[in-house]
């Protein structure tokens, strides 16, 4: 099994838990560039708000985007969005990644801007 596919082990079981809970979810992407934030709705089939580091108004603050500030910023960005949209309690799934890093730094971004999980 290769690093690619223990990943994705690991985030269909939590995806799996989560579909069982019945809960909004905070899905996470990263890529070497980029990182990516969703929140999903409790059947997986909507997506409630979205943020990322190619967004045009963050590109102009950013000069890469595969930093731990920018995840910061996504973080903080899915936060307000999910504000926005009415959603308080979401359910952290990290899509297999391990905690820490850039996944960590979004991840409590969002907490401190008022997302509970």
């Given at each position: ?9 690991r ?6 838990r ?5 809960m ?6 990263r ?32 000069t890469?985007?595969?930093t ?31 905690y820490h890093?850039?996944?960590?730094a ?12």
């Amino acid at each position: 099994m290769d690093k690619k596919q223990a990943r994705l082990r690991r985030a269909r079981k939590t995806r799996a838990r989560i579909a069982e809970l019945k809960m909004v979810r905070l899905t996470v992407y990263r890529t070497n560039c980029h990182i990516y934030a969703q929140i999903i709705d409790e059947t997986g089939s909507k997506v409630l708000a979205s943020a990322s580091s190619l967004e045009a108004e963050l590109r102009t603050d950013l000069t890469n985007g595969g930093t731990v500030t920018a995840a910061a910023l996504i973080g903080q960005r899915i936060a307000e969005k999910a504000k926005a949209a009415g959603i308080e309690k979401v359910s952290f799934d990290r899509s297999g990644f391990k905690y820490h890093g850039r996944i960590k730094a979004l991840a409590d971004a969002a907490r401190e801007h008022g997302l509970v999980f």
